[in-house]
C-alpha cells in the first residue's frame, strides 16, 4: 500500500517525509509499548502509536522502521518533527483512535506482523 | 575503532542518542543491516536502561572487523536478583519510565536474544555494568 493511500484512508496530517508518500509499506504494527517494537525482526513495516515523543521515533530509528503513524490525535512537539526529519522518516498524525486506524487499514490490504 | 559516550539519568530527551551514533558507524562501515539492527536495538535497550534507573553511566564501544564489544558501565542503584531481572514482564520501572513507552520488563530479556555475549555485574547501591558482544559474521 503506499503512504498516500495510508494517509488518505486516515485522513492523516504528513509531519515530514511528504516527498516519500509514493513508497509501499507492506505491513503494520500498532503499540504504545516501545519495547514491543524492539522485538520485531520485521523491518517493511509501519509503526502506528499514540506514543508522542521522541521515543517513538527513536525506535523507529533503532528498528529499521520508516513510516511512523501517530493516533489519537496527538499533538506532535517540533522536536519529534525535526528528529524525523533528520532521520529522513516519515512521520503521519491522525486524529482517529489506534483501533480504528488498524481497522480501516487492514481493511484496505495492510497486512499484520503476526 | 573506540567510541565513548556518557548518558545521564532521566535525561530521555536524549535518551537514544548514543545508539543513533553508533547505528551511523556501522552503516558508514558497511555492516550487514540485520547485525547492525541486533546492535542498536540491543544498544538502545540498553541506554534507555540508564536513563531509566540510573543516575549516571558511560558506554565504551570497541568495534573490530570481526565484532562490536559494548560496555555500558552505570552509576545507580544496582539489581538486587539478575535472574529475576532476565525474566520477561518483570520490571521495577516508574510511571515516567512506562510513559516513555518502555518500562515493561523486556529490556533485558531483549538484550540477551540479540546479543552473542551478554554479561551483567551488578552491586546493590553501586551500579550495573553491562556487557555485550556481537559477532559481525555470526548467523544468529
Keep these: 500500500m503506499k503512504l498516500s493511500e495510508v494517509a488518505n484512508l486516515v485522513e492523516a496530517e504528513v509531519l515530514c517525509g511528504n516527498e516519500k508518500m509514493n513508497v509501499e509499506v507492506k505491513q503494520g504494527f500498532a503499540s504504545d509499548l516501545m519495547s514491543d517494537v524492539l522485538t520485531l525482526s520485521t523491518n ?36 519529534i518533527v525535526e528528529l524525523g526529519n533528520d532521520l529522513g522518516l516519515v512521520l503521519l ?15 484496505a490490504g495492510l497486512q499484520p506482523v503476526f | 575503532m573506540r567510541l565513548d559516550y556518557k548518558v545521564e539519568g532521566g535525561d530521555f530527551a536524549r535518551a537514544g542518542w548514543a545508539s543513533s551514533q553508533v547505528k551511523k558507524v556501522l552503516k558508514q562501515l558497511g555492516v550487514d543491516q540485520n547485525i547492525v539492527k541486533r546492535v542498536v536495538v540491543a544498544l538502545y535497550e540498553a541506554e534507555v536502561n540508564i536513563v531509566a534507573h540510573a543516575y549516571r553511566g558511560e558506554i565504551g564501544v570497541d568495534i573490530d572487523a570481526e565484532k562490536i564489544v559494548m560496555r555500558l558501565e552505570d552509576e545507580g542503584p544496582g539489581i538486587p536478583d539478575v535472574s529475576l531481572a532476565m525474566q520477561r514482564g518483570y520490571s521495577t520501572a516508574t510511571p515516567q519510565v512506562r510513559e516513555m513507552g518502555f518500562g515493561a520488563g523486556m529490556g533485558l530479556p531483549n538484550i540477551n536474544t540479540n546479543a552473542d555475549i551478554f554479561n551483567i555485574e551488578t552491586k546493590v ?12 559474521k555470526s548467523n544468529q
Excluded at chain 1, 498524525?93 to 481493511?107: D, H, I, P, V
Excluded at chain 2, 547501591?125 to 559481525?136: A, K, P, S
Aim: aromatic share 8%; glycine share 8%.
Design chain 2, 125 to 136: 547501591g553501586v551500579g550495573t555494568t553491562l556487557e555485550i558482544i556481537i559477532n559481525f
Design chain 1, 93 to 107: 498524525r491522525t486524529e482517529f483512535s489506534m483501533f480504528k486506524t488498524a481497522g480501516l487499514l487492514y481493511n
Design chain 1, 44 to 79: 517493511d513495516v509501519m509503526l502506528i502509536t499514540g506514543l508522542a515523543n521522541l521515543q517513538a521515533v527513536r525506535t523507529a530509528e533503532m528498528s529499521d522502521i520508516q513510516v511512523v503513524l501517530f493516533v489519537r490525535d496527538k499533538q506532535i512537539g517540533d522536536d
